[in-house]
């Protein structure tokens, strides 16, 4: 079945969809209604149920799967859901909530070998150990959270895809740049945003914990890594300067990180960190667009505007 | 015996000085010499020794103690020391380097005392215990210490005395002020500048250790406060309430706080460091100025430069 | 009877209120209808009025009170009042519009004793002469205007009574550094924000008159402190200390001030203003939250939500 | 007689010049130099007096002139007057001061017939009373005052030069665009700089006023528009709308306008204040420079070095 | 008859106006309608069609032309336009798309003629050349284009007026200031923004193109006089000076010009060309403004609102 | 023979240097000097030949090469050689001026052969053949030019080495990120510099040329591809899209790039031409440092410091 952001205007539509965010309103003749953003693997839609009352509302709340009837529709510019009919899933439905949510393309077991295998690589026997010890205590989240509540990776497994996009990076950089400490990089990059498993409320529909709030995933991880340092009794530079790696990564104070990049290492942690981030929000609204045209504008990439050549029709995609 | 720097151009001098800072030059016609900066309480003077030998580079370096005999003479509008003679200061002379530093006015067992009673005066066991314990652990190096390197308070104890002064304000406020909670602002107080015993190397010629470059004094602290806390075994809101006061001082990202202040009282923290700085570097540059006149420009109040007024003279003095 | 603002959703109301706000508007299928905001002391309430021909909106304009009765509803997560009756108030109702205002928690009279005690602790006459002068000349105004139009002590005698607060903070802070002068520091926080008065309209919904457009408060004032000592046939250095403790407070070029401060004792002015009027704005955001929780944002705040910790439940309220 | 300026390394010196500035200074082996500027009113130039006495650092001071011989050398790329005599110049030698200093290419009773030609044309009368009587109250010094102390307009007359090309300048844009009000911007050019006469502490070698430094230029004159109209018993917006763009005329804050133009004709007035001041500073540097070549930079115009074409050999001069 | 914009609320209304936007829109019943925003040459405003189906949205789309009748009434402070009848015109109504644009008060022969005479002026043969060359080739767009899609000369013809405007004005200030090059100054005008007819898709509705997306009118423009001068066989300096005056005429990199202006009349440039397009948008809001009231805010202009004061009444208008 | 950055103080040096800049002094007493800053591959070091004639200052300019013996001393912390003879250079000594500059790790026909395979690997045709054709035609100047006048690569051939460098990080991220056009990647890193060879004026010791300074290398490139594509009868949206990548190479308006940019593959290689410069740069001042220090700072780099961990010693070096 075609994902619900690819249907056309007139298109036909039934089956289950998750609700992603349920809102009541009122016509100015004081007629409540609810506002639904549906939601599948591909992305979201929105509908009206018109007339509904306080039971609806009850029933048709954020987080919960419902089956529809009905056909997509434009309204100003945009695809929208006319709903002929609604109603929730039962449990003899057979659905889960993990088909409708956007996960990373590589399955969660692949992700933890590959993270396995560079930390075998790690020749410090101090950097590994801290590395592994950190890995082993949040690993579960680490691989199911987004890498962000939004503008990149933010999908089920986001965290760990984005983190293995950048140390495949940091491997070709490690070969053409010699000088470059190939455990200091490795070690910065898999623990550089692991911080957000506290600073996040979950895997879906993230928000803020308070921690995150007053703190921030960069302080929580410094200190995480050093009482991880106390706990296993390790001593030495190493645990400063992954420290640094993780305090420095955002680049300046103007960007949450109260010390910039001191180390080598660092500084190019940030430029990796930087590049997949900015590669994954342009690959998605590039997706989205013809050859020939102009992508919506990205917030994230100061408002900007990306087009899409027309020589990609023949040789890209 | 008055101060070095409230001496006159004619004036006689001799008496023991502390070398501040030696530094070697050569003549354009090849003849070696050193500048020499002398310090006593009152701050400093400069001077060079003609002909200075590689013996005398020795001799008279940073830190040492010297005898000299010369008079005071006025160099393009600055006071420098004509030296006649000058000699090391042998034990037999009996004079210790603490007598030319500049100290806290405040003794450091009557500023121990004070801070004891502010910790006394807090209701809430947990913070109340939390401080007791870093300032025990801390205590030798936090009644010795600058608050800065540079800028104000940059004197033996001067941190301690930065912190009771911060008190004696966030004492008058909360009267003022009854939504102010007394604890927590007590306590971030205390805190908040802690971090300056691991990041600055010592009491005298501070300078910075490899993780006050690397983490800063902010992270620093934040760590000690959730180490103390497990050490203690408590738990609680209130732990990342004092993080969080610590985290956020500076106010804003660009000035070195992650995270800005979410908290009342660490709003009103900020401000009572900022007004309690300021008003040392004002006072330092006004009492070195007559009424009627403007003082030098002070880089670290945006190079300004401050009136003093004439009324001074009868009233304030 | 509970103010308006404190009441829940169901809650039935019969009670006078204050038009703050009236606005015409026309459903989609060209009916017209009144939206009007009722304010008491306790803040405001939105209500729809249907159906409302040209004389309602006559009837019910801003500025004008009415005996409503009705109830409170809920609409997208905001309290709204549900119009079931609606009549203007008659002078035989006997209910004035003061009954309506926010006001500052203390009476007139009171905050003229105190300001009256101040002016009499100065010690410079001339300083002392131009202040009492220029209260006299503003002294109904200064007593009843707001403030500011928004942000901070909007309110009737909002002006004098944040005057008074910055005094008490000043009479602590020249105890504690009595390098300040008290006349200076005194005389400036009183005539600071007195050219409001000319600034803005009134004491009740004020907005800019055209000198407050094209001066601004701060320029209207030092023009007054000249003229003022022209009449008083006063001269000296006074004057212009005066002129620029109002033209520099507040702080910096980009910010109003053309001068930033030259005078310690305008530097100091130019923090305690800062900080009753943060305090001020912070209170009342917390006020209206509950422990545990954040805030709303605060535009004038860096748009930053402040949260209240659920310690403050035992120990503050 | 060439001026200074013009002189080549080479060129033989002997005759009258300006002590511009004179700093005395000390040889490495401790004997007393003085290094001298001369002025003329093409420019200046440095030379040193070696074995310079006590006697000498007084009969060479500032402001005073001299009979000197010797020749031009060229050290470090800049020319330099070696001396080969110096003597103070005496009445008999019947030099006065204003010979030396640059000043501006029209008399002052030309321009002083121009401006009141300006005024004469206004129609407004109100306007035309006001300006007229501010400008006879400060006509001596408007006259003499410079228009600035650095960057451009800093000679004798630059403030009324500068006036002129202004109101040069308005005269063909009234024309251009006749919505213009022209009374309203020539009253506001030929006021918007006059407070620098009570800014500058005189017409040569100008300081600035302890008024200049607490206040400005700007709030000085606003003042003087209120007294002034006071005085006149004139009522009405004309005087408002003439404090306005004195006030705005730098327009924005942060380089000293409270409020930024909001007249029509005070942003006008910035413009032409503007244009004709870089033109002057542009002029000096350009006129310095071969065609073919590059100016010195000029930090007034953010630091910026200006290619003068070849093609103005033929063209321009 | 008068223009739309010039009607009052009660004003019957019967005549032909051009279509300039129209968008569907769906009551919260669900029942469709057209929003149509009409335009005449004084400007435009708005209707609502009830009951709008398919059909109505195919026949009022934007650029056509149509008979309405109805009246104005005033919605929220705005006048709109209540529709009783409206039909599309036909060939038979003999109207034409140019009777309701905005066009510059100035015939294009007449501004060509005036162009002409400006070039015939240039002495220096190569300028004069290149520029006649490009104007040639240009030509047709260049007296038909706006100088801007928006913010100021936004209507037909508006490039070629903008840029006589300015031509006028750097006649009188080569006049004033005679170290100005006259042929650099006027090609520079002439060429500034020539580019926009490539930027921009065409007079009336314009949009940007694809190169005026990825390059913009300045690059295009400085590749313009470069394959110019090569057709031509031009070399010289001349040529770089007039790429350079149009790289830089945006003043600043931040603004679009990657570099600085480096030539006087690079500078001069700049400003008048940001002083027609401030008179021009000024102009615009302050003629829709009645005496002693402020206009509406001006983004383009800080988003400032001006004042026009009442003694224009009697003199301006 | 070690490089004479490499040596010592004491050290005895007897050899052949090239002068890289020569510039008079005068002693305070009268005597001229001629301060040399002579340079080998290693980098530079300053000396002082005293008692320097006219004849001297003749024999011993700037990219002269000379025989020195002599010996290193430290001076105020730096090291510099004091000289005991110097005489030039003859052609019968048999030295050239190459031996003495610091040049690309790669021989030029080495960097040559890579980049043809990289053009090879192009599947456009288009983009391939202009590509080919401006590699061609500055084919001498690009293997030569460094890549800047400081900062970065700046040294002989450093062009060519960077843009190889970053061609290799491209190659490893299209491989990784497949939806990246290879092509137009592989291009504009070839061009996105190339016009340097007209903005500097020679490959060793550039300066600006005129074209360099009005224009900059950007817009010169722009036009040469114009060109280009009009030489070689090439239409289509290729010559843009290549255009564009050079045009936004710098990322923002304010790093002189007057569009953002707006493909995907101009992001990229905005991120890339970064990464291999900072890497040069951090490499450049990392390699002079010890393990366990702190580099010097580095201006381009907003003046940061680097540390270098210990742990560096046993596993990098």
């Known amino acids: 079945m075609k994902g619900i952001t690819f249907l056309k205007a007139g298109d036909p539509v039934e ?16 007629k409540p209604f609810l506002t639904l953003i549906f939601q599948d693997r591909s992305g979201d839609i929105e509908a009206k149920l018109w007339d509904a009352g ?32 609604i109603r929730p899933a039962t449990p003899a439905d057979g659905v889960s909530i993990g088909e409708f949510l956007e996960t990373a393309p590589v399955p969660k077991e692949e992700m933890m070998d590959q993270l396995t295998q560079y930390i075998f690589e790690m020749k410090n026997p101090t950097i ?39 140390l495949h990076i940091a491997k070709s950089l490690t070969a053409l740049y010699p000088s470059l400490n190939k455990d200091l990089l490795y070690a910065g990059i898999i623990l550089h945003d692991m911080g957000k498993v506290e600073e996040l409320s979950g895997a879906v529909s993230a928000s803020y914990t308070l921690e995150g709030n007053l703190l921030g995933h960069i302080s929580l991880m410094v200190n995480e ?54 590669m994954n929000m342009m690959d998605r609204v590039i997706n989205r667009t013809k050859p020939g045209e102009f992508t919506e504008r990205v917030f994230a990439l100061e408002n900007r505007s990306f ?5 990609y029709e023949e040789e890209n995609e």
Do not use: C
Not at 226 to 232: H, I, N, P, R, W
């Open 15 to 30: 089956q289950y969809l998750l609700i992603k965010q349920s809102t009541k309103g009122v016509t100015t003749t004081g």
């Open 54 to 85: 306080d039971e609806d509302e009850k029933k048709y709340q954020a987080q919960s799967i419902v089956k529809v009837a009905g056909e997509i529709h434009n309204y100003r510019g945009k695809n929208q859901l006319r709903l002929r009919q």
């Open 128 to 166: 590994q150990r801290l590395t592994r010890h950190l890995v082993k205590k949040h690993q579960k989240e680490f691989l199911e959270f987004p890498a962000a509540t939004k503008n990149h990776h933010e999908f089920v497994s986001g965290l760990a895809f984005h983190v293995l996009s950048m």
């Open 225 to 278: 890594i050093g009482q991880a340092a106390k706990e296993l009794e390790i001593e030495g530079e190493e645990v400063l300067m992954l420290q640094h790696m993780v305090l420095s990564h955002h680049g300046k104070a103007e960007w949450g990180s109260p010390k910039p990049p001191m180390l080598r290492e660092a500084e190019i942690l940030h430029y990796i960190d930087n590049l997949d981030a900015k």
């Open 307 to 311: 087009y899409k050549p027309q020589m």
